[in-house]
């Protein structure tokens, strides 16, 4: 192999060493990398998924509460309708973590959302949890 030959393959070698950690990092770093259920390429009617999946039985959810379960935050009003928010903080992405009085809280800096609505009450959030769809079949939750 002469001088120009081991010398370009060095560089393309390195090259595709580059381009590897870049896609690693953007993949890590993209939005769809935390994409919340529901969201393309993740849930019931995204083309190619395995369908709707149970969240909880409608029984674990409490009147005019709430849980937190698979990236969903389900949330019951006093009688059996039921809706539900991606549990992802639309702050920085924590996951909130608790459903109490009406709302529901991020840990992470102190974001409240309304558990009806999914609006912000308390910030540093500026925009509402992303609503996701939900059904009820059988006294269970599912995703739609
Ligand atoms: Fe939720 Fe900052 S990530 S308040």
Known sequence: MSEVTRRSAVTAAAAAVAGVVVGIVYGRNSDAAKAPPGAAGYGYGSGGSAGPKKLTALANVPADGGVITQGYVVVRDAGDAVHAFSSVCT????????????????????????????????????SPLPKLPVTVKNGDVFTA
């Open 91 to 126: 702050h920085l992405s924590c996951d909130v973590n608790r459903v109490a009085d009406g709302k529901i809280f991020c840990p992470c800096h102190g974001s409240v959302f309304d558990a009806q609505t999914g609006t912000v009450v308390q910030g540093p959030a500026g």
